[in-house]
């Protein structure tokens, strides 16, 4: 699905990520932990497109040069990221932003808009999964959300276009133990062998919920150790000062 | 019968001289003549052509359309302030409906009386050429008037308004400025005695190296008025905008409230906004805020859009189309104006 190379990133002339390599298949669901500010949403960030980066290195995203492309044309290839911190934008509409974007999707596809009842009903549909409501509607997006709500609600922007590759950013920090199960269940709903899924975490308990087929432990910029989902114990107990000393 | 009412505000004029900012503003003295003020029947449009009602409304002359009076060419309110209203209307309660439009270089003088303890509500649609307007309009005690004003001024216009808000009145202003030539506004509005209150908010928008600049005096005459002054502009390719706002509370005036908040948003980089908000008080029991912002459509909201599959136009469209719709939220009846600024900034249309 993903096949990243020598990935080099830097923000403000400062080097994060440094000769990433990372091959993600399809249908696997990779984990990736690592202490604070060793590079995790950088690499999101940078995957994602964002304007602040400078990139170097190569991603093979299904057969295209990833970081040749604009950020929506990334979108438009079917990646998501769910941020660490997803940005508010006041004043425009939660709902009217979830169905333009989803009726971008289907016009790209060749499929009509949906009309309001059709995506009222799969809005409904989809915000149960994730526990938002009709309160949420009629706010703007994000705005004034909790940190818990503003993660939900990327999760429901994920649910409703159905990405084929999916980042999620520390999704799990910050929500409640009952939000984390919903969200676990709808990123499982999500699982296919068509799709591949990144879940960025500090935390084991996510990666109870969804399994993860490989781990990779990110330091300074460059994935330190590789492991099946038996590491993560190991990592909860331990931390991340052996690897440092393995290095 | 003619009947004079004459209010001489002395202060007026020592703030136009001592503040730089109001150096624009005129001096004004006010009279009006109630003689040939009739009322307008309520609901009916009523239309006006450089400067004379072009339709016979009930209750008023239609007279020949012809210019009013030599356009003064510069930005003076003495030029034509010396000239006789060329429309003096009373409203009563009810709701009415305004076109003001004009050939090049008309000079046009209106007034406008809200009767004591009437509730009314203008649309008014201002489209004047390359010409010079003053408007009057008073409040008078314990009526409320609710002004929406579409101004879409082409060529080179200068406009001048002037409200007085007796006691316990209130006039509120929502206004909408589109255009790609010069606009040239002021303002003053005197909230005159306890209970008046004052609001004036709304949104420009310019674009091609237009310019709109945008004088506002609040002025608050007695204890207990309030005032509130918003702008929120849109600039783009060039277009420049100039927004002042002066609030001034007479000494010995405790208590009133006053709220200031200009924000400009610059959609390309050639845009220029200036901003000056001023409060002159000088007594303590006040509770007053104000606040001038000018940015650019932030980067990380725009990237954020991106990212969930929306280009940069599309992105862009989804900010403004809620920027817009958020200025207007709250207005009771501001779906037009906010449709005029869309139209103006291209979402829709024209
Ligand atoms: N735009 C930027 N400009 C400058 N420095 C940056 C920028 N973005 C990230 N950094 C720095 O790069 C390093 C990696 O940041 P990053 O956010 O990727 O860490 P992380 O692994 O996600 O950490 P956490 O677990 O705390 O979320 C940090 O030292 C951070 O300060
Ligand atoms: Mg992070």
Redesign the interface.
């Given at each position: 699905m993903i096949d990243i190379k020598n990935l080099c990133v830097s923000a403000s002339d400062k080097k994060i990520l440094q000769n990433f390599s990372l091959s993600i298949p399809l249908g696997h669901v990779t984990a990736i932990m690592g202490p604070n500010g060793s590079g995790k949403s950088t690499l999101a960030n940078a995957l994602?497109?964002?304007?602040d980066y400078q990139v170097s290195g190569v991603v093979d995203f299904k057969g295209s040069d990833l970081l040749a492309l604009?950020?929506?044309e990334?979108?438009?290839k079917g990646l998501?990221?769910a941020?660490q911190n997803?940005?508010a934008?006041?004043?425009?509409?939660n709902l009217?932003?979830m169905k333009?974007?989803l009726n971008?999707?289907r016009k790209?596809e060749g499929l009509e808009p949906l009309d309001a009842s059709d995506f009222m009903a799969l809005v409904e549909e989809k915000a149960a999964l994730v526990g938002l409501d009709a309160k949420f509607w009629e706010r703007?997006l994000n705005d004034d959300f909790s940190g818990g709500e503003r993660k939900r609600n990327d999760i429901l922007?994920m649910l409703l276009?159905e990405p084929d590759f999916m980042v999620l950013d520390e999704t799990d920090s910050g929500l409640d133990i009952d939000s984390m199960q919903l969200v676990a269940n709808a990123i499982n709903s999500l699982k296919s062998e068509q799709r591949s899924i990144v879940l960025i975490t500090h935390y084991q308990r996510l990666l109870r919920y969804v399994q993860p087929d490989s781990i990779h432990v990110l330091m300074n910029g460059a994935i330190v150790k590789s492991s099946d989902k038996s590491l993560v114990e190991k990592l909860e107990s331990e931390g991340y000062q052996w690897l440092q000393e393995i290095e | 019968m003619v009947t004079r009412n004459r209010i001489d505000f002395k202060d007026v004029a020592a703030v136009a001289v001592q503040e730089e900012s109001w150096r624009r503003m005129p001096v004004m003295s006010f009279c009006y003549q109630q003689c040939r003020a009739q009322p307008i029947v309520s609901g009916k449009t009523l239309v006006t052509y450089n400067g004379h009602v072009k339709e016979t409304i009930v209750g008023l002359q239609s007279v020949e359309y012809v210019h009013s009076s030599v356009w003064p060419g510069e930005f003076l309110y003495h030029e034509i302030s010396q000239f006789p209203y060329t429309m003096t209307v009373t409203l009563t309660s009810g709701t009415y409906h305004w076109q003001d439009s004009s050939d090049v270089g008309c000079a046009a003088r209106y007034l406008l009386v809200v009767e004591a303890g009437q509730y009314c509500v203008l649309h008014e649609t201002m489209q004047l050429q390359d010409s010079a307007r003053n408007l009057d309009i008073v409040v008078k005690k314990g009526a409320s008037l609710q002004h929406y004003a579409a101004l879409k001024p082409a060529g080179q216009m200068c406009d001048h308004i002037q409200v007085w808000v007796e006691e316990g009145a209130s006039y509120q202003q929502f206004f909408a400025i589109s255009g790609q030539d010069v606009y040239r506004r002021s303002q003053c509005f005197h909230a005159l005695a306890s209970d008046s209150q004052v609001m004036v908010q709304g949104m420009v928008a310019v674009k091609s190296q237009g310019f709109v600049s945008d004088h506002t005096l609040l002025k608050q005459h007695a204890a207990n008025t309030r005032s509130i002054h918003r702008v929120n502009t849109i600039l783009d390719q060039g277009a420049k905008a100039d927004v002042y706002s002066t609030v001034d509370v007479v000494p010995k005036a405790p208590k009133v409230t006053t709220r200031q908040n200009i924000r400009h948003l610059l959609l390309s980089e050639d845009a220029k906004a200036f901003s000056k908000p001023a409060l002159n008080i000088s007594v303590d029991d006040v509770d007053c805020q104000h606040g001038a912002v000018s940015r650019m459509i932030d980067d990380d909201l725009l990237f954020y859009m991106n990212s969930r599959g929306l280009d940069r136009q599309q992105a862009t469209q989804l900010y403004l189309e809620g920027y817009v719709d958020t200025c207007f939220k709250g207005y009771p009846e501001g779906d037009r104006l906010a449709l005029q600024i869309k139209k103006a900034i291209g979402l829709l249309d024209e």
């Open positions: 994602a497109g964002h304007q604009e950020a929506y990334r979108a438009e998501f990221v941020f997803p940005v934008i006041p004043g425009v509409n009217f932003f333009t974007i971008a999707k790209r703007s922007q276009l | -």
